[in-house]
C-alpha cells in the first residue's frame, strides 16, 4: 500500500481544525499548534494513523467481509457515495435509520419490503392497483430507496463502519459500539478520538481533506479484494488440478484392474 503524502495531506486541508474554544482535551495528542485561533493538526501523525486504519481496512475485505460508509453532512455525501461505490461497499449518506445495527432484522423487513414492491412490478400485480394505490406504492417504493438503497445488498451486520464526523453520526458509533463492530473515522479537533477504534485526525469539514481521505482507505480496500480474487481464483486452480488428478488416478485404478480380469481369464 503507497503511503500518503505528508504534502498531499497539506494540500488537502487536512490540517485545518476548529476554533480553539471547540476543541475536545482528549485530542490534544493530534493538535501541532494554535494559529489565528484556530487548531492546527499535525499531520505526521495523521499520516501513521491513516496508514493504520488502511492496513486493517485491508485485512477486511481481503476477507470479503462489508464496510459500511456513514456520512450524512452535505460537503461528504457524493464523496462518499462515489467511494463506497467503486469498492462496492455499502453506504449510508441520507439520515442514519435508528436501529441500523442494533434493530437490524427490522431493517432486513424494510429492505424485503422494496424488494417486494420490485416483483409486483415485475409480475405485473402493480397494473392491477388503482391509481390511487400506485402512487403510494411508488411513493413508499422512493422513500425507501432514499434511505435504504444503497444497503439493499447487505444481508448480514457490517464488520466495520468509516464514518465522516463522528459527533454528527454519534447514533451510528453508538450502536456499532454496543455491537462490538470496529469504528474508523475522520476526527476533528472538537471530537472525542477514544469514542472509536481507529481514529485518523483531520479535517472533516473540507471536501479536498475527505475525498483524500477516503481515497487512501478505498485504495487499501481494492488492493484487499485483489488479493482475495487472486487468493479464489488460486484455489479454483488448485481444486481443478486436485480434481484432475483424481480422474487419473481412478482411471489408472480402472486399467489396472481390467488387466487384472483379463489374466485371470488367460
Avoid: C
Amino acid at each position: 500500500m503507497a503511503k500518503v503524502d505528508v504534502k498531499d495531506l497539506l494540500n488537502a486541508g487536512v490540517h485545518f481544525g476548529h476554533l480553539t474554544r471547540k476543541w475536545n482535551p482528549h485530542m490534544a495528542p493530534y493538535i501541532f499548534m494554535e494559529k489565528n485561533g484556530i487548531h492546527i493538526i499535525d499531520l505526521h501523525k495523521t499520516s501513521v494513523k491513516l496508514d493504520e486504519a488502511s492496513n486493517a481496512l485491508g485485512k477486511i475485505a481481503t476477507s470479503g467481509r462489508k464496510i459500511l460508509f456513514v456520512a450524512t453532512k452535505k460537503q461528504a455525501k457524493d464523496i462518499v457515495a462515489k467511494h463506497a461505490e467503486s469498492v462496492n461497499m455499502p453506504y449510508i449518506t441520507e439520515r442514519w435509520p435508528g436501529g441500523m445495527l442494533t434493530n437490524f432484522v427490522t431493517i432486513r423487513k424494510a429492505v424485503k419490503k422494496m424488494n417486494s414492491i420490485d416483483r409486483m412490478k415485475k409480475d405485473g400485480t402493480f397494473e392491477t392497483l388503482s391509481k390511487k394505490e400506485k402512487l403510494q406504492v411508488d411513493r413508499q417504493r422512493a422513500k425507501l430507496e432514499k434511505n435504504l438503497g444503497s444497503i439493499a445488498d447487505m444481508t448480514r451486520l457490517p464488520s466495520a463502519l468509516f464514518v465522516v464526523d463522528i459527533l454528527r453520526e454519534h447514533i451510528a458509533v453508538t450502536e456499532a459500539k454496543k455491537l462490538g463492530i470496529p469504528v474508523f473515522a475522520i476526527v476533528d479537533t472538537n471530537s472525542d478520538p477514544q469514542l472509536v477504534d481507529f481514529p485518523i485526525p483531520g479535517n472533516d469539514d473540507a471536501s479536498k481533506s475527505i475525498d483524500l481521505i477516503l481515497e487512501t482507505v478505498t485504495n487499501s480496500i481494492k488492493e484487499g479484494l485483489s488479493v482475495r480474487k487472486a487468493e479464489k481464483a488460486k484455489a479454483k486452480e488448485e481444486g481443478a488440478a486436485e480434481e484432475e488428478d483424481v480422474l487419473m488416478q481412478d482411471t489408472n485404478d480402472s486399467e489396472v484392474s481390467d488387466n487384472s480380469e483379463e489374466n485371470n481369464a488367460e
